[in-house]
Each structure stands twice: as structure tokens, then as C-alpha cells.
């Protein structure tokens, strides 16, 4: 598991340290603050390799990554990188690293990255091994020269009963928006006469078998993930068996905006359902998983609220402070109703409502609230901005009536 990441002179801010939790870990802050180079720096930090450019620090500024992560003995592994600009490179050990386990990498725009110990590990005495795999977001689809990607794969192992088609199934049931709305495999068949053959389908709730190519953009998201955690996880398994070794007991799973393309039903369980997928995938190993991910949704914050543990769990947050990031620690706690989350330091809404006019004019009426002789005119006007904005079911017109009754009686 990673267990740190402390940063300097690299990324947007000039120091940034990061001590992660063994389980679960959501990275929340506005765009541009640095979630998405905070994934790319851990998951180089794991697999000494890139999975898109190398972050490359301010010039002449002396730039370090330093990070930590378990190892299959104690103590954990730990190094400081220093970044070398005549070589255009971050510092390594020479000699052979430890092996942090199975790493995945779910990038937002669809790619995916996999470094597996057991097919990836210390290339210098295979030079033909690559790396770590990199998908783009076509070559999920369709393949490259290691994988046959989800159309082939998908068909393959439903015309032969696969073990792994099933593994499939059961990840994508898991990982639907409700019960009413599974993910359900339907029938292969040819969509047009040019077809060279036929293609996957989904059983739609509404009976019919709509091609994956026709797909939406949230199904294709949960598609993508279910196909890569099946694919990665069995040939990780059929490489530690061809080797005669057991499978790594530890899996890092790294996601990028893990709500990406999602409907709100889909926000609210898809990180404790990728929780469950990850234990069910590998719980005949007793390998355990750690879920870093970033999210913009204060669905997928307050969906962890019935198993967030603070001995296991952490929930990290960066923010604009005059004109310097930081990157904190918070504090989980439950909040209850969305609107706590809005407002909470994650997304930093003075007020829980749709629209910026709305929340300046309901400012306006808290400043009244709060003045100790408002002016009849100054009550009328901001009346009036209320009516319109403000949802006519809002629960601040409780408040505000009851206010600007009783100044009108004093008056």
C-alpha cells in the first residue's frame, strides 16, 4: 500500500505531503489545484514508470518526491527522488525495488494503466517485458498488442461459457446504478449488413438488447472498469500460477474522478461497490485493496458515510489559500443531507442552492437578518430578488417571511 507522498518544489504548490490511509482515500478541490498530477505522482511513485508525461518541476527550482509504500517484509520501502534536469529524469534507486503490489489506474478521459508484478517487474532482465500496460481510451475498446480489449474479450468468453465472462457479470451487477437498473448482458448480434460479425449487447430495463457501441457515456465508464478489474486481476492470477508463485497480496487502485459521466443513483454507490468488487475479485487471496480516488461529487462523499472508518479511511482536500495551494487532511465526519457537503470545505458553497443568483441573493437577506435596523426599502428589494431566484419550495422562505413579517408589523 502507498503510505505517503510528501512533494517539494514540484506541482502547484511549493510543499505538499499526503500520508494515506490503508483502505479508502477521496481527493477533493476546485480544477487546476493538483488532484489529477497527485494520482500521476503516486502511481510513478509505485511503478517507477509514467502512465501519460512526466511531471517536470519549475526550472532551477531543486525538486523532490518522496514516498513510502509497504513491501512484503518490514520495514516499508521509502525514497527521496530528486529531479535531474540535464537528464531529464527522477532519480531512482539502481538497485532491484520491492514490489508494492498489483497497481490500476483508471484516467478520467478513459484510459487505463496496469503495472503487474508478476508480467511487468524489473525489465532489465527482460527487455521485451514491457514496462506497464497503457490503454488508451480507444484501445480499452478494441485492443492492442496486449490485450484484446472489451468488444473480442467480451464476445470470446460469452460464446465459451468463461469463467471470466461470469466474474464479468457479477462485476457489472455490482457496480449498477440499483436493482431496478442492472447491467445485464444480452445477446450478441449484427447491428448492420456491414458488420463482420456480431457484436456484445446490454439488456436494457426496458427489455431490449442495445449494442455496446450504442452505449451511453456513464455505461461505458462502469463497462470499462468492470472489463479492466476482470482482465487485470485473472491474467495476474494465470501469470502468478505460470510462475509458481502466489498472487500479490495487496492491490492499489488509483481513479480519476471516479464520478465521471455517472447519473446521481450511480454516484451515490460506486465507491462502496467498488469496495465489495475488489474483495470479491480477490478474496479467495486475502489480497487486500487501497482505493485512492479523486472526486467533484458531494454524492460520492456523502455515499461513505455508513463505511467510512477513520482508522482506514482518509479524506484529503486541496484548496486555493492566497494564491498558494495547500493540500489538508479533513476531518470525515457525517454530515447528512447533500447540502451539508456543498457547503463543507470540499466545495466551499456559502450556500446550497443551484444557482449563483440564488446564493447572492439569499447573502443579501442573511446580511438584513443580521442588521440591527434594515430599512423598509432595503426588506422590499431584497424581497423581491428572492421571488426571483428562489425556488417557491425553499426552505429559507420560511425564515425570511417570518422576518420580513415582523418588520413590516414594527414599522
Not at 503495472?115 to 525489465?123: A, G, I, L, S, V
Not at 497503457?134 to 474479450?153: H, R, T
Not at 468463461?162 to 447491467?183: H, W
Not at 500479490?248 to 481513479?255: G, M
Amino acid at each position: 500500500m502507498l503510505e505517503s507522498i510528501h512533494l517539494k518544489n514540484v506541482g502547484p504548490a511549493p510543499v505538499m505531503e499526503m500520508d494515506l490511509a490503508k483502505r479508502l482515500n477521496l481527493i477533493t478541490g476546485d480544477n487546476g489545484l493538483g488532484k489529477s498530477f497527485l494520482l500521476d505522482v503516486a502511481w510513478w511513485a509505485l511503478t517507477r514508470t509514467w502512465a501519460r508525461e512526466m511531471v517536470v518541476p519549475q526550472p532551477g527550482a531543486e525538486a523532490e518526491i518522496a514516498y513510502k509504500y509497504t513491501k512484503k517484509t518490514k520495514p516499508s520501502y521509502n525514497f527521496t527522488s530528486r529531479y535531474e534536469a540535464d537528464r531529464v529524469r527522477w532519480t531512482v534507486k539502481a538497485s532491484r525495488p520491492p514490489i508494492p503490489g498489483l497497481i490500476l489506474y483508471a484516467q478520467v478521459d478513459g484510459g487505463f494503466s496496469v503495472w503487474d508484478p508478476k508480467r511487468n517487474y524489473w525489465t532489465e532482465d527482460a527487455p521485451d517485458r514491457p514496462n506497464a500496460f497503457l490503454f488508451s481510451p480507444d484501445e480499452v475498446w478494441i485492443g492492442n498488442e496486449y490485450c484484446k480489449g472489451v468488444f473480442e474479450d467480451w464476445l470470446l468468453w460469452q460464446a465459451g461459457g468463461d469463467s471470466r465472462f461470469k466474474v464479468l457479470t457479477q462485476v457489472l451487477g455490482a457496480l449498477s446504478p440499483s436493482g431496478e437498473e442492472r447491467i445485464v448482458p444480452g445477446q450478441p448480434r449484427e447491428v448492420t449488413i456491414k458488420d463482420k460479425g456480431p457484436t456484445p449487447t446490454l439488456r436494457m430495463p426496458y427489455g431490449e438488447d442495445v449494442p455496446l457501441i450504442h452505449a451511453s457515456s456513464g455505461i461505458r465508464r462502469i463497462i470499462a472498469l468492470a472489463y479492466l478489474l476482470t482482465w487485470a486481476w485473472h491474467r495476474h492470477v494465470e501469470a502468478a500460477k505460470l510462475r509458481g508463485e502466489p498472487p500479490t497480496h495487496e492491490i492499489v487502485f488509483l481513479v480519476d474522478e471516479i464520478e465521471s459521466h455517472l447519473h446521481p443513483q450511480w454516484q451515490r454507490r460506486v465507491v462502496p461497490a467498488l469496495l465489495k468488487v475488489m474483495d470479491a475479485l480477490t478474496g479467495a487471496h486475502d489480497t487486500k485493496t487501497q482505493l485512492i480516488a479523486v472526486t467533484h461529487s458531494p454524492l460520492v462523499l456523502a455515499s461513505v458515510e455508513p463505511v467510512f472508518r477513520a482508522a482506514c479511511d482518509a479524506w484529503f482536500d486541496l484548496d486555493l489559500e492566497q494564491h498558494q495551494v495547500v493540500l489538508r487532511k479533513r476531518e470525515y465526519y457525517r454530515r447528512g443531507e447533500i447540502d451539508n457537503w456543498l457547503t463543507s470545505p470540499a466545495f466551499d458553497l456559502k450556500e446550497p442552492r443551484g444557482s449563483v443568483e440564488a446564493e447572492e441573493a439569499i447573502q443579501k437577506a442573511l446580511e438584513l437578518l443580521r442588521s440591527p435596523s434594515p430599512s423598509h426599502a432595503a426588506i422590499a428589494c431584497v424581497d423581491q430578488r428572492l421571488r426571483a431566484v428562489l425556488g417557491d419550495t425553499d426552505r429559507f422562505w420560511v425564515r425570511w417571511a417570518e422576518f420580513r413579517d415582523a418588520q413590516v408589523k414594527i414599522d
